[in-house]
Structure formats: structure tokens, C-alpha cells
């Protein structure tokens, strides 16, 4: 089975965890709507929702097989309750379709706002 997943930080081409999308598909970069904001967690980064003040954050799609998913759920800490895979709502012309990514959970009280976009 095929995943359309939103990435926006280290998974992202040239990204240090990049090596996990390799044999996947790249399908085009995309924008979310303005309902997140994204902060600095060091090394990575953490998107969260911000429905009132959230900002459109920079990302690529990608279709990964059950494999790759089940790699990027590891990463992510599903398990540990970190982030969760959810929808993620981006802008058109990919407002259509159904596509997921990762939502961090924990507190992110302190950390830096990195704007828009997660350099890699």
C-alpha cells in the first residue's frame, strides 16, 4: 500500500534522516494552510497545530510503501507519544487529497520559532 506524507524537516531532501525516503517517490514541494507553526527542538523540528496565529510551513509530499511509513512512525516516536500522524492540511492544488505527517505532542514551551520553513 502508498502514503502521501508532508515532511518539513530532517526527512526533507538533504535532510539528515533523509536516507529513510530512499526508493520512495517524490511528488512536488507544498505549503500547509496557515494553521501550524514550527520550532527548533535542536536538532530537529517540531510542528504543531496553531489554528489562530499559524503560519503556512514549507515541506515536501512524498509516497512511501508500508515499510518506509512503518521506518518514519520509529523516527517520529509514535510509540513514545512525541509526534502523531495525522492530516495535515496544505494549500491548493493539494488541498484534495489526503496527506499525512507528524504532529509533536510534548510541550514546546522555550523553544525557538523557526518561521516557515526547517533549513536543510
Not at 509516497?63 to 523516527?75: G, H, I
Not at 491548493?92 to 523553544?111: D, F, K, Q, T
Request: net charge negative; hydrophobic share 35%; charged share 20%.
Amino acid at each position: 500500500m502508498k502514503h502521501n506524507v508532508f515532511v518539513y524537516g530532517t526527512l526533507k531532501r538533504g535532510g539528515s534522516n533523509h536516507h529513510l525516503m530512499v526508493g520512495q517517490q517524490f511528488v512536488t514541494t507544498a505549503q500547509t494552510e496557515p494553521a501550524y507553526k514550527l520550532y527548533s527542538l535542536g536538532d530537529y523540528p517540531a510542528l504543531v497545530d496553531a489554528p489562530r496565529d499559524g503560519s503556512p510551513i514549507e515541506g515536501e509530499i512524498w509516497t512511501v510503501d508500508n515499510d518506509c511509513l512503518a521506518k518514519l512512525d520509529r523516527l517520529e516516536g509514535l510509540e513514545e507519544g512525541l509526534y502523531k500522524r495525522v492530516p495535515i492540511l496544505l494549500q491548493p492544488p493539494h488541498n484534495a487529497s489526503v496527506i499525512e505527517g507528524y504532529i509533536y505532542l510534548l510541550s514546546i514551551a522555550g523553544r525557538r520559532d523557526c518561521g516557515t520553513s526547517w533549513p536543510v
